[in-house]
């Protein structure tokens, strides 16, 4: 049987007719598909704009059905379900996310540290430890790291803190040696109160070696030998913080005073007060070489007119309020109102202000508890800021 080459030449116009019909039928589809996507997109962008976050979830979430493959509406509505503190719904998406396995590998880290960020938001620190401790060797590992750093510090966490303060040390990040020397003197506050001193204490010398300007170590030390009763080591160690860290030494005024008295060095303590007092004038040292001019005994000694005169060099109400409180009046029948008065109204200035978030405490905080900072509370009082 001979093949009839008149098929063919009849068979080849056809097939090129339906090929095209065929190509402008899909060309129309895609341009209707893609037609619809962009325009719930740019209808979400604009709902957002005008913080309509309500209208704009709904916009993305029809974009995304109409394209379930772009994976940038499912960033933009899973940080819109954040933000919202719809975190269950923010959760799926970007898990959704990370099921896929057409995923490249920068929008698979980028969609693990969204998720990380969920959990976080929730306050599932475990599952967002978890998630963050996955971003180690990726672009987001300074990120974690320091998400992780705050985790551990609000689980007071202190040596897993300690661990990645120092793996971002290494990796210059920054300077995380007063970090690590405050982990060291939290772990050895929790020591000493099991009683185990000497752990405590090697704890906190190496607190000392590892940020040898920070104040706190040689406090928490100087303490340490004094409740231990080693007097003349906690002296030689506040000597050493007046040296090293000056403007912290109105923090440890009363225990330089304590220690003073213990180790029958009371002269060179009250000089040693003096003397920093004249360099820079605090309600602190104030108060400390008040409380030991009226327990020396001696008349000669100011003791509170030192009141008076710290207030030829700053006014301050607080001194005055004390000045006062020592004073006979005219008319004495009205001094416990008017006092009462004066210290109701001197309260608020003798707090510490975190210099962060102004959170204001009557006790200095080395961790500020509202925003969590380290080293945000100077070491004078509010009236003295």
């Known amino acids: 049987m001979e093949f009839d080459f008149s098929w063919l030449l009849l068979g080849l116009p ?28 740019f209808k979400g962008l604009n709902f957002l704009l005008n913080e309509q976050q309500d209208q704009a979830i709904d916009a993305f979430i029809e974009a995304v059905q109409n394209d379930p493959d772009t994976s940038e509406l499912h960033f933009a509505l ?21 099921s896929r396995g057409d995923l490249s590998r920068t929008d698979r880290d980028r969609a693990q540290h969204a998720l990380a960020l969920d959990f ?22 300074s990120q974690s790291r320091l998400a992780l750093l705050a985790i551990y510090e609000r689980s007071r966490d202190w040596p897993q803190a300690a661990a990645i303060a120092l793996k971002m040390h290494g990796s210059h990040q920054g300077d995380f040696s007063t970090r690590q020397a405050h982990y060291l003197c939290e772990q050895a506050i929790a020591r000493a109160a099991q009683g185990d001193q000497e752990a405590a204490q ?31 080591k906690a002296f030689a160690t506040l000597l050493e913080l007046s040296r090293e860290s000056p403007g912290a030494l109105p923090l440890a ?25 004249e360099r820079a004038p605090s309600l602190d040292m104030l108060e400390a070489i008040v409380s030991m001019d009226e327990a020396s005994g001696d008349a000669a000694r100011p003791g509170p007119q030192w009141y008076v005169r710290h207030l030829d060099k700053e ?15 005219e008319h004495e029948q009205f001094h416990p109102q008017v006092q009462k008065a004066l210290d109701q109204a001197t309260k608020p200035l003798t707090r510490y202000r975190c210099a962060a978030c102004g959170f204001e405490a009557r006790q200095h905080f080395w961790q500020c508890p509202g925003c969590q900072t380290w080293d945000s509370y100077p070491a004078r009082r509010v009236e003295e800021l």
Not at 26 to 34: V, Y
Not at 78 to 98: D, I, K, M, S, T
């Open 253 to 277: 005024a009363p225990l330089l005073v304590e220690v003073g008295a213990a180790t029958r060095r009371t002269d060179e303590t009250y000089q040693l007060l003096l003397g920093h007092y």
């Open 78 to 98: 899973g940080n819109l379900f954040r933000r919202r503190g719809e975190y269950n719904r923010a959760v799926r998406v970007h898990e959704h996310l990370l």
């Open 14 to 41: 056809l097939a090129f007719v339906l090929g095209w019909f065929a190509s402008r039928f899909d060309l129309k589809q895609l341009r209707e598909e893609n037609r619809r996507a962009p325009k719930a997109y």
């Open 315 to 329: 006014p301050s109400l607080v001194a005055a309020a004390k000045w006062l409180a020592q004073e006979k009046l």
């Open 120 to 141: 976080l938001k929730a306050g599932l620190l475990d599952r967002a430890e978890d998630a963050l401790r996955r971003l180690e060797n990726t672009p987001f590992e």
């Open 202 to 232: 090697a704890q906190l010398e190496e607190a000392v070696a590892a940020a040898p300007h920070a104040p706190r170590p040689r406090i928490e030390l100087a303490r340490l030998h004094h409740r231990c009763g080693r007097p003349e």
